[in-house]
């Protein structure tokens, strides 16, 4: 069972992880002191064209300027024409001109953004290329009878000229109206854009992309997910409107949670989470996992150490293989890393056991949403991959450089470093006489100086008649040093008075972040149409069967109703009315009902009203006519072929004239009508109504007293078939077959025919 978990409780992380049994498959996470700006659109200014590079460096409101490329540029941008054949980007493109640009990867160590005036909005279904006509096209995950199902739906959009979509794994199996319906919002989105961006000036944020949760939903959200739990308020709300306008149909799947025990821990995925932390990873058997990262590549090494459970080296490396070819493949979505990848797998002499390992790799990469690209094992056992980065990894938005190894994972020790201290210290002094030496260095190797070395600084400073002087500095670790020199003729400070204190402090990063504003997008708040509920299906089939069910359901009802109560028809029939499901083809019906009893009369007072006028009169004998005959037709055919049949046979509400007007709605709707009785129609004259009893096919029930008074007439009885006279048979053709039988069954026997049997054959013909 899949589960979508919304873990929100800090204020300052929300996290949203995919979780299958107890396995979580997929992790996404926001800080609120980390600013997300990839797919963010922004209008931004050209300040820098360098021909060398083939790119530009625009400043869209940030601190670091972006980096264009010159084949990411749309020719809509382009300041001027050319008619060279190899048109270079500083023909066309001028410092200072105005773009509008979309971030495509984030800022990470000291490369700027990369950037692209090719927009693309993502929806449910598809992505939107509003400036890009020749980029359409259907994801790559999508195959076989899907894809060109697929591709039918999309070439019956209705798409605006210069655009282009892009069909996501989200919508297979989506009708076109659905599709129809993401793409209009993307467009109406689009518009907003236009329009904003032609009313300030550069650079400032035009449109943010949706925050963690709508994003989570959008993207990872698919069908087979059974629950979305969420145990913060707030997010559940944003959550619920998200469903209800995009997705209504599975808007019922969304919970919220509101134990005390933390929603991760009550699904035992914590601990998963935090092996993405680590740079050891243990397997199932024993083995081991090491993920290094570097500036070029991303190392993985496997290690089997503890793995010992195998029959013989080769069946221990290929069970650590595969065990560990599926925890990378984990590890890879966990951490979202990219780039160039480097799997040292244990060496294994089997060729089949290497091509098991490929392939057990490759099918557990197949649920990543990432683009990834795999080599084979090499003869030195290494896999190379590449792997598309989605976001930044969790190692650059949680972890930080270390001060003292500078990112390098290793330092000198302190005898080491004093060491080197001295060396610089004696250099220094061999340059120049006559000025003072100031050594700024950690405490621990300060004092190994004066100690263990003090003979090496007193000679240095009789040597070049210099004064040197070893500050220990509390705020330094190993390996931090600083040296200064000064000539001895300047008035000099006191030496505990030189002591640095660092400027940086890694406390007071986060509170600069936080404390630095936002900024805020010029296009916000756009939401989108709700979309009705998902329509039956309207193959042939679907519609048979929705025909079949609804005929069955109302048939049903009708058969309940009239055989139970027949008596009370205005009662059953409201009732029924109420049951009933809401189609298009009942609307008349129920308008006519309702016109019908708003001029209920009483049924007291029903012999005087219709005595006096004559239209009443009618309208009460059509209808008394018609419900008896309907009736009777209906006791014949139990149950009618469709719903024209059923409209036709039910029996409609009979109208019940009031007179008195100061009864309550409450005692009209306790009071039930007397039960009919036929000797109304004694008094009334037919053909001035214009009804004919002829029509009807069984004639009205008489009174007691006719009953009384007429004989009783004999019934027939029904006489079986030996009392019936016999018919006399024609004696001609059945006597000869009969004849021509008993002569066909002589041959059986044994006995052959003779020529006499055949002229008797001859002359009964």
């Known amino acids: 069972m899949k589960r979508m978990l919304f873990n929100a409780t800090q204020s300052e992380e929300i996290r949203v992880?995919?979780?299958?049994?107890?396995?979580?498959?997929?992790?996404?996470?926001?800080?609120?002191?980390?600013?997300?700006?990839?797919?963010?659109?922004?209008?931004?200014?050209?300040?820098?064209?360098?021909?060398?590079?083939?790119?530009a460096f625009v400043n869209y409101g940030v601190d670091r300027h972006g980096f264009l490329p010159f084949k990411e540029i749309s020719k809509e941008f382009y300041s001027k024409k050319s008619r060279k054949k190899s048109v270079s980007i500083a023909d066309v493109i001028d410092e200072g001109q105005e773009v509008i640009i979309q971030v495509t990867k984030e800022e990470r160590g000291n490369k700027g953004a990369a950037l692209t005036t090719y927009l693309s909005l993502a929806g449910r279904y598809i992505v939107l290329m509003p400036n890009n006509p020749d980029s359409g096209g259907i994801s790559r995950r999508i195959e076989g009878d899907e894809r060109v199902n697929f591709k039918d739906a999309l070439s019956q959009l209705t798409i605006r000229k210069g655009m282009s979509v892009i069909g996501r794994t989200a919508g297979i199996g989506t009708?076109?109206?659905?599709?129809?319906?993401?793409?209009?919002?993307?467009?109406?989105?689009?518009?907003?854009?236009?329009?904003?961006?032609?009313?300030?000036?550069?650079?400032?944020?035009?449109?943010?992309?949706?925050?963690?949760?709508?994003?989570?939903?959008?993207?990872?959200?698919?069908?087979?997910?059974?629950?979305?739990?969420?145990?913060?308020?707030?997010?559940?709300?944003?959550?619920?409107?998200?469903?209800?306008?995009?997705?209504?149909?599975?808007?019922?799947?969304?919970?919220?949670?509101?134990?005390?025990?933390?929603?991760?821990?009550?699904?035992?995925?914590?601990?998963?989470?935090?092996?993405?932390?680590?740079?050891?990873?243990?397997?199932?058997?024993?083995?081991?996992?090491?993920?290094?990262?570097?500036?070029?590549?991303?190392?993985?090494?496997?290690?089997?150490?503890?793995?010992?459970?195998?029959?013989?080296?080769?069946?221990?490396?290929?069970?650590?293989?595969?065990?560990?070819?599926?925890?990378?493949?984990?590890q890879l979505r966990l951490r979202d890393i990219g780039g160039l990848i480097v799997v040292d797998f244990i060496d294994m002499e089997s060729t089949k056991h290497q091509r098991e390992v490929e392939e057990c790799l490759r099918d557990s990469l197949k649920h990543d949403k990432a683009r990834i690209q795999t080599g084979r094992i090499s003869r030195f056992g290494l896999l190379e991959l590449s792997r598309q980065r989605l976001r930044p990894s969790i190692g650059e938005t949680s972890n930080g450089e270390c001060p003292k190894c500078n990112g390098t994972g290793r330092i000198r020790d302190f005898q080491s470093s004093a060491l080197h201290v001295i060396r610089l210290i004696q250099d220094e002094s061999n340059k120049k006489s006559g000025q003072q030496i100031s050594v700024q260095v950690p405490v621990d190797v300060a004092t190994f100086i004066l100690n263990e070395k003090r003979e090496l600084i007193t000679q240095s400073e009789t040597d070049n008649e210099n004064k040197i002087f070893v500050i220990p500095n509390k705020y330094f670790e190993v390996p931090q040093f600083k040296i200064t020199s000064n000539e001895l003729s300047k008035k000099q400070n006191l030496s505990y008075q030189e002591v640095e204190v660092p400027e940086f402090n890694p406390n007071e990063q986060d509170e600069d972040e936080e404390r630095k504003p936002q900024l805020q997008p010029a296009v916000k708040g756009l939401i989108p149409e709700k979309r009705s509920k998902k329509t039956k299906n309207k193959s042939l089939f679907g519609f048979i069967k929705g025909l079949i069910a609804s005929d069955d359901e109302e048939d049903t009802n009708q058969n309940q109703k009239i055989i139970n109560d027949s008596s009370n028809d205005s009662e059953e029939i409201a009732s029924e009315e109420s049951r009933q499901p809401n189609r298009n083809n009942r609307r008349r019906r129920n308008f006519r009902n309702k016109n019908s009893r708003n001029n209920k009369p009483s049924d007291n007072n029903s012999n005087n009203n219709s005595s006096n006028s004559p239209e009443s009169d009618k309208q009460n004998i059509t209808d008394k006519d018609k419900k008896e005959f309907n009736r009777n037709r209906y006791q014949k055919n139990s149950k009618p072929k469709n719903?024209?049949?059923?409209?036709?046979?039910?029996?409609?509400?009979?109208?019940?004239?009031?007179?008195?007007?100061?009864?309550?709605?409450?005692?009209l709707d306790t009071v039930k009508p007397k039960p009919k009785k036929v000797e109304e129609l004694k008094d009334i004259n037919l053909e001035a109504v214009g009804l004919k009893l002829v029509e009807t096919s069984k004639k009205s029930q008489p009174s007691k007293q006719e009953t009384e008074d007429k004989p009783a007439k004999p019934t027939k009885r029904k006489k079986a078939n030996w009392e019936k006279p016999k018919l006399s048979k024609p004696n001609d053709v059945k006597l000869v077959m009969v004849e021509t039988k008993n002569n066909k069954a002589k041959p059986k026997a044994g006995k052959k025919t003779t020529t006499e049997n055949k002229s008797v054959k001859k002359t009964a013909k």
Do not use: C
């Open 643 to 667: 719903e024209k049949s059923l409209e036709a046979v039910i029996p409609k509400s009979e109208p019940v004239k009031t007179t008195d007007t100061n009864k309550s709605s409450a005692n």
């Open 175 to 330: 009708s076109v109206e659905e599709i129809q319906w993401d793409l209009d919002y993307l467009t109406q989105l689009w518009d907003a854009i236009q329009s904003a961006s032609s009313q300030q000036e550069s650079p400032f944020l035009i449109y943010q992309e949706s925050n963690l949760v709508i994003r989570a939903i959008r993207d990872y959200f698919h069908p087979d997910i059974e629950e979305i739990i969420i145990d913060n308020q707030d997010i559940y709300d944003q959550a619920s409107q998200f469903m209800n306008h995009v997705m209504p149909d599975y808007a019922n799947r969304i919970e919220l949670y509101e134990d005390s025990t933390s929603l991760f821990s009550k699904y035992n995925i914590e601990r998963q989470i935090e092996s993405a932390f680590l740079r050891e990873v243990q397997l199932p058997s024993g083995g081991v996992i090491v993920i290094d990262h570097t500036e070029a590549l991303v190392s993985v090494d496997v290690n089997s150490s503890r793995s010992t459970k195998g029959r013989d080296i080769e069946n221990t490396a290929f069970n650590t293989n595969i065990e560990a070819a599926r925890e990378i493949a984990k």
């Open 17 to 55: 992880a995919i979780v299958n049994e107890d396995i979580i498959e997929d992790l996404d996470y926001e800080r609120s002191t980390r600013e997300q700006r990839k797919s963010n659109i922004y209008k931004g200014k050209i300040t820098r064209v360098e021909p060398s590079l083939e790119a």
